[in-house]
């Protein structure tokens, strides 16, 4: 039980699981294949949009991300 309590706070805290889906990524393109690094890269990147959007909205005084913080 206790590994199961320690990989939720993990996923909770950005670590461990991916935010993108393997699957969609892989079927999004149409001409290439999809390296194995990738994926981390990708995850990397969304993470970082994420916390952008994030410090964007709490700078605007707002609690609710909207496209126009990305």
Do not use: H
């Not at 939720?8 to 294949?33: V, Y």
């Amino acid at each position: 039980m206790a590994a199961k309590k320690k990989k939720k706070k993990a996923a909770k805290r950005g670590g461990g699981e991916l935010i993108i889906s393997k699957a969609r990524t892989k079927a999004a393109t149409r001409k290439c294949n999809v390296g194995g690094e990738f994926y981390g890269a990708l995850d990397k990147a969304v993470r970082q949009m994420i916390a952008d959007a994030e410090a964007r909205a709490v700078g605007n005084k707002r609690k609710t991300l909207k496209p126009v913080d990305l």
